[in-house]
């Protein structure tokens, strides 16, 4: 790869698809370690053949209205590759046995996230995903009874110094449908 990276092409605005912020109501959590690397294509940001190793599952979460978040931050390198850190800021509801496992698990796992965008909606760029070069660790999490609903509010984060190269990879495999079905079936073919 060279040093001298420049852009390449013109940054415009296409009018078929207006800006829109905000993610649907779930998003699928995978165990980094249960992606298929050997099936996965990475082509820039493009991502497509994302399956899951044998008897591996993705794990869905969902939310209400605005109350699950994507962001990415440029982070400048002194070495010169700039890269971007990810967060995913989301709660847990419940405050049962099942819901404390589910914390527990979070607090010491290492995941990918792939989310349904309301930009694109309908079309095949409307899937992103994060943590998927790098992985996404909890940094922060707290329950209190008397805010959030008591529910437990967490963030999902890139660890200081594995951020990835891009602010995010759009899944890009065939039609939305067939995108929709396999994150629906939660990417079990």
Same mark, same amino acid.
Not at 6 to 13: A, D, K, P, V
């Given at each position: 790869m060279s040093c001298d990276i420049? #852009? #390449?092409? /013109?940054?415009?605005?296409d009018c078929s698809k207006p800006a829109k912020a905000g993610l649907e109501t779930k998003a699928l959590l995978i165990n980094r370690a249960d992606i298929d690397k050997t099936a #996965?294509?990475?082509?820039?940001a493009a991502?497509?053949?994302?399956? #899951?190793?044998?008897?591996?599952? *993705?794990?869905?979460?969902?939310?209400? %209205?605005?109350?699950? !978040?994507? *962001?990415?931050? +440029?982070? =400048? /390198?002194? /070495?010169?590759?700039?890269?971007?850190?990810?967060?995913? /800021?989301?709660?847990? +509801?419940?405050q049962g046995v099942e819901d404390a496992h589910r914390v527990a698990e979070l607090a010491n796992g290492?995941?990918?996230?792939?989310?349904?965008t309301k930009w694109g909606a309908g079309t095949d760029e409307a899937f992103k995903i994060y943590g998927l070069t790098s992985g996404l660790f909890m940094t922060e999490g707290a329950q209190n009874s008397g805010e959030s609903? *008591? !529910?437990?509010?967490?963030?999902?984060?890139s660890?200081?110094?594995?951020?990835?190269?891009?602010?995010?990879?759009?899944? %890009?495999?065939?039609?939305? =449908? *067939?995108? %929709?079905? %396999?994150?629906?079936a939660r990417l079990v073919d």
């Open positions: 420049r #852009l #390449l092409n /013109n940054i415009g605005f #996965l294509t990475l082509s820039g991502v497509t053949n994302i399956s #899951l190793t044998s008897g591996a599952t *993705a794990y869905s979460i969902g939310w209400v %209205k605005q109350l699950g !978040s994507t *962001a990415s931050s +440029f982070v =400048a /390198n002194e /070495n010169g590759l700039n890269k971007f850190s990810h967060t995913f /800021n989301c709660r847990i +509801f419940g290492e995941y990918v996230l792939v989310v349904q609903d *008591a !529910s437990f509010t967490f963030v999902l984060a660890q200081e110094g594995f951020e990835e190269q891009y602010h995010q990879y759009i899944w %890009k495999e065939g039609t939305y =449908a *067939a995108m %929709k079905a %396999k994150f629906d």
